[in-house]
């Protein structure tokens, strides 16, 4: 009809996320430059009503197939054309969703094998991958090194934590009783009962394996992957705690062992069945051979993803991962753009102790280090922080670039001793409920 205005649809996506903060409003504003219409689907109370106006779908994770129901029902009618999930807990709810709308993404088994540190062994076992010995211990009643049958040096892991989380190494069986006592009392506190994580009284224990780590972003299109970076992490990850701190691409690995890397990969996410969008895999290198630690059907977690920026040629302006993603998910001109060329890194700043944050001091020293691009501080002055194995949140990211690796991990490193935190202890104060004091290293 003549002077009726043509409706042009919007793309929508999905995005699936345990909390709205910086990586969702890179997502966001990513979007608003595309013309894509974003639907955060968050875990949140559902009887608030929209309280910061995001129009977030909410839901709760620890149960996915009513989280997926909740989802389908609140866009009924509504055209929904893809779907990411940030983070590891709402993956399974998006592969849910995505199978009631006949999104390609990946198929619900596929993802829950990724959610259990246990059944990802399993996988890798069956698949004929490197895989250390396993197996799992449950923490009730105390369980007893000697009579399992377990051998030093080993790790013990919660089965569904991420960000290595409760995440030890232990070497005799003194440290392996500690190390499961502070485990339990990690997985008994209010804030992890919360998350109504399934498991809660199962570890994995498994042999340690000596070597570097490394991480690999990729992103899957009908079951093909496309190597989008090979972090290093030089800093040593040898317990007894394992908080990642520094990730730098390219890799200084020679080119066999990455190409290696790349097939174990391959072979890896092929096992688990993972098949569209983003994939963060995990890996340990030594003289044996590629050993596959984690495979996550998501992107890199936290602000991270500022590393990476992608074009089509030298010289021309970049963008984000986030907006790789979305052109990805949509299949618009640009998802396949290479990454630039030059040396990034990030340092995840690490909490030296446990304690309540009360000053920061050396910011600007640090933003105006040589080859440094950002310093993002996350953390909020008043809050307590937990340094690992009981955290999982960090002090705030820091971001260079250089010519090199080399570079790139000097300058991060130089900046980063500019930077002081002032975390003051606590006073325990016992857990009303249980009758217990707060976890270790509180």
Same mark, same amino acid.
């Given at each position: #009809?003549?002077?009726?205005?043509?409706?042009?649809?919007?793309? &929508?996506?999905?995005?699936?996320?345990?909390?709205?903060?910086?990586?969702?409003?890179?997502?966001?504003?990513?979007? @608003?430059?595309?013309?894509?219409?974003? =639907? /955060?689907?968050?875990?949140?109370?559902?009887?608030?009503?929209?309280?910061?106006?995001?129009?977030?779908?909410?839901?709760?994770?620890?149960?996915?197939?009513?989280?997926?129901?909740?989802?389908?029902?609140?866009?009924?009618?509504?055209?929904?054309?893809?779907?990411?999930?940030?983070?590891?807990?709402?993956?399974?709810?998006?592969?849910? =969703?995505?199978?009631?709308?006949?999104?390609?993404?990946?198929?619900?088994?596929?993802?829950?094998?990724?959610?259990?540190?246990?059944? #990802?062994?399993?996988?890798? @076992?069956?698949?004929?991958?490197?895989?250390?010995? /396993?197996?799992?211990?449950?923490?009730?009643?105390?369980?007893?090194?000697?009579?399992?049958?377990?051998?030093?040096?080993? =790790?013990?892991?919660?089965?569904?934590?991420?960000?290595?989380?409760?995440?030890? &190494?232990?070497?005799?069986?003194?440290? !392996?009783?500690?190390?499961?006592?502070?485990?339990?009392?990690?997985?008994?506190?209010?804030?992890?009962?919360?998350?109504?994580?399934?498991?809660?009284?199962?570890?994995?224990?498994?042999?340690?394996?000596?070597?570097?780590?490394?991480?690999?972003?990729?992103?899957?299109?009908?079951?093909?992957?496309?190597?989008?970076?090979? !972090?290093?992490?030089?800093?040593?990850?040898?317990?007894?705690? !394992?908080?990642?701190?520094?990730?730098?691409?390219?890799?200084?690995?020679?080119?066999?062992?990455?190409?290696?890397?790349?097939?174990?990969?391959?072979?890896?996410?092929?096992?688990?069945?993972?098949?569209?969008?983003?994939?963060?895999?995990?890996?340990?290198?030594?003289?044996?051979?590629?050993?596959?630690?984690?495979?996550?059907?998501?992107?890199?977690?936290?602000?991270?993803? @500022?590393?990476? @920026? /992608?074009?089509?040629?030298?010289?021309?302006?970049?963008?984000?991962?986030?907006?790789?993603?979305?052109?990805?998910?949509?299949?618009?001109?640009?998802?396949?753009?290479?990454?630039?060329?030059?040396?990034?890194?990030? #340092? #995840?700043?690490?909490?030296?102790?446990?304690?309540?944050?009360?000053?920061?001091?050396?910011?600007?020293?640090?933003?105006?280090?040589?080859?440094?691009?950002?310093?993002?501080?996350?953390?909020?002055?008043?809050?307590?922080?937990?340094?690992?194995?009981?955290?999982?949140?960090?002090?705030?990211?820091?971001?260079?670039?250089?010519?090199?690796?080399?570079? =790139?991990?000097?300058?991060?490193?130089?900046?980063?001793?500019?930077?002081? /935190?002032?975390?003051?202890?606590?006073?325990?104060?016992?857990?009303?409920?249980?009758?217990? !004091?707060?976890?270790?290293?509180?």
């Amino acid at each position: #009809m003549a002077g009726v205005p043509l409706q042009i649809k919007m793309p &929508r996506i999905l995005i699936f996320t345990p909390k709205l903060g910086y990586q969702t409003r890179s997502f966001d504003e990513a979007a @608003r430059k595309l013309g894509i219409d974003l =639907v /955060f689907v968050t875990d949140r109370c559902h009887q608030l009503d929209d309280p910061w106006g995001d129009r977030a779908i909410p839901v709760h994770f620890e149960s996915p197939d009513a989280a997926a129901y909740a989802v389908l029902e609140a866009l009924r009618g509504q055209n929904v054309d893809g779907i990411l999930a940030l983070g590891d807990r709402p993956a399974v709810a998006a592969s849910y =969703v995505a199978r009631g709308l006949g999104i390609p993404y990946n198929h619900p088994a596929a993802v829950e094998a990724c959610r259990s540190k246990l059944r #990802m062994r399993e996988v890798f @076992r069956e698949a004929g991958l490197r895989v250390p010995w /396993f197996r799992s211990v449950s923490l009730t009643p105390r369980p007893e090194p000697s009579l399992l049958g377990i051998a030093y040096p080993s =790790v013990l892991k919660p089965l569904s934590l991420s960000a290595s989380q409760g995440v030890i &190494r232990a070497n005799s069986r003194d440290e !392996f009783i500690a190390a499961a006592t502070r485990i339990r009392r990690l997985l008994e506190s209010p804030e992890i009962r919360a998350t109504r994580e399934p498991n809660l009284d199962q570890i994995l224990v498994e042999g340690y394996i000596p070597g570097r780590e490394v991480a690999v972003e990729g992103l899957l299109t009908d079951g093909r992957l496309r190597i989008l970076a090979i !972090f290093d992490k030089p800093e040593p990850l040898e317990g007894p705690y !394992f908080e990642e701190t520094i990730y730098i691409t390219p890799s200084r690995l020679a080119d066999l062992q990455q190409r290696e890397i790349e097939r174990c990969a391959v072979d890896a996410i092929r096992a688990l069945g993972l098949s569209a969008g983003p994939v963060h895999a995990e890996f340990r290198v030594n003289d044996d051979g590629i050993w596959p630690l984690e495979v996550a059907p998501r992107p890199i977690g936290g602000l991270c993803a @500022r590393a990476l @920026r /992608f074009g089509p040629d030298a010289g021309s302006q970049t963008i984000g991962l986030e907006e790789l993603l979305l052109r990805h998910a949509l299949d618009l001109q640009g998802r396949d753009w290479p990454r630039e060329q030059s040396a990034s890194g990030v #340092m #995840m700043i690490p909490v030296p102790k446990s304690g309540i944050l009360e000053k920061i001091e050396g910011e600007e020293a640090a933003r105006s280090a040589p080859g440094v691009t950002a310093l993002e501080i996350t953390a909020r002055l008043h809050d307590y922080i937990a340094a690992w194995p009981e955290g999982s949140s960090y002090l705030g990211f820091l971001f260079a670039t250089g010519n090199s690796a080399a570079e =790139v991990e000097e300058a991060i490193r130089k900046a980063h001793l500019k930077l002081y /935190f002032d975390l003051t202890p606590r006073l325990p104060v016992e857990y009303p409920s249980t009758g217990r !004091f707060p976890v270790a290293g509180d």
